[in-house]
T-cell receptor, first 110, second 115 residues
């Protein structure tokens, strides 16, 4: 089967750094995406990794290791507005279909 | 402009009603998607249109009927829905560049309640 695993919930303190991991088992792999979704809102694209290594976009970074079928999203200088659910998603077969993880709820405490 | 718009934002309908959800994008994207999302779950793909032709139908019941009138518009016609169809319906679009993986941009969604 095809599956992605990510923690269901992560708690961190405002101003700190948090890492959300994602491991995947899929029959094909083109790349790993990360989406943020606030309660009641729509998923917002954060990052995409097709090759091994670290991609940095402001306070957010995303890492991929294809040999380990593993990636993570790193959020630095956490702000209360970062409280949301974060989904990893694999592009595996066609240009259109994503396999989604179950999502990680990030709780940030003052 | 990376905006996908959806109307209405909220919809309440009875099981015998017919209603439509609308989605619009002006980014020149040629792929458009309908997703269904239940609370605390990831989005589930329903339909994909590529260059205004239905490309993927994920075995969605016929009470959901998609339509792509032109490259900027996507509709989802609803008829004889069940209470379990209550969910957030998301529209998304992507470039459809062929051979490359394109980022999908989501609209704000329509919160549907079926009574």
């Amino acid at each position: 089967g095809q599956s992605l695993e990510q923690p269901s919930e992560v708690t961190a303190v405002e101003g700190a750094i948090v890492q959300i991991n994602c491991t995947y088992q899929t029959s094909g792999f083109y790349g790993l995406s990360w989406y943020q979704q606030h309660d009641g809102g729509a998923p917002t694209f954060l990052s995409y990794n097709a090759l091994d290594g670290l991609e940095e976009t402001g306070r957010f970074s995303s890492f991929l290791s294809r040999s380990d079928s593993y990636g993570y999203l790193l959020l630095q200088e956490l702000q209360m507005k970062d409280s949301a659910s974060y989904f990893c998603a694999v592009s595996w077969d066609s240009n259109y279909q994503l396999i989604w993880g179950a999502g990680t709820k990030l709780i940030i405490k003052p | 402009d990376t905006e996908v718009t959806q109307t209405p934002k909220h919809l309440v309908m009875g099981m015998t009603n017919k209603k439509s959800l609308k989605c619009e994008q002006h980014m020149g994207h040629r792929a458009m998607y309908w997703y269904k999302q239940k609370a605390k779950k990831p989005p589930e793909l329903m339909f994909v249109y590529s260059y205004e032709k239905l490309s993927i139908n994920e075995s969605v019941p016929s009470r959901f009927s998609p339509e792509c009138p032109n490259s900027s518009l996507l509709n989802l016609h609803l008829h004889a829905l069940q209470p379990e169809d209550s969910a957030l319906y998301l529209c998304a679009s992507s470039q459809d560049s062929g051979g490359a993986v394109d980022t999908q941009y989501f609209g704000p969604g329509t919160r549907l309640t079926v009574l």
